[in-house]
């Protein structure tokens, strides 16, 4: 398992929308109610080797892509402290020999809840209002 693999685990395990996950490299597809399916991407802005976003897309399998999102970690869980002082957007970074890594910090229980809660929020827009009204029923 890669790194980046090892990340998207740690988001995908906490949304509720997400089943049956396949990962490959810095993404992850995945089913999700109604007949759509997903991909979640941890991907670079501008910067080679800086990691510091999410890319999610949503699909028909008829229609192709239905929509999609780019959310920062910085949008999610704001600027951060790292362990040299200085305040930073989060990202991952790229060094040498292959290695990635949190750039000057790691992340804790509460951010990856924190990410996982966006991307199950974005998520929750696109499944049918029948399901979604049947789901608050039983709660």
Avoid at 60 to 75: I, L
Wanted: proline share 1%; aromatic share 12%; glycine share 8%.
């Amino acid at each position: 398992m890669n790194f980046f693999e090892s990340e998207l685990r740690k988001i995908v395990k906490k949304c509720d929308n997400i089943h049956f996950p396949k990962y490959i490299g810095k993404a992850c597809t995945f089913r999700m109610d109604g007949g759509m399916t997903g991909k979640l991407e941890i991907s670079t802005g501008i910067m080679a080797d800086h990691y510091d976003r999410l890319k999610i897309k949503v699909m028909n399998r008829s229609e192709g892509v239905v929509d999609s999102q780019v959310v920062t970690f910085e949008d999610i869980l704001g600027k951060k402290q790292t362990n040299y002082g200085e305040k930073i957007s989060p990202h991952i970074c790229g060094y040498s020999k292959g290695d990635y890594d949190w750039y000057g910090m790691s992340l804790n229980a509460a951010s990856y809840a924190a990410i996982s809660e966006t991307v199950n929020g974005y998520l929750d827009s696109f499944i049918e209002q029948d399901e979604a009204e049947s789901e608050d029923f039983e709660m």
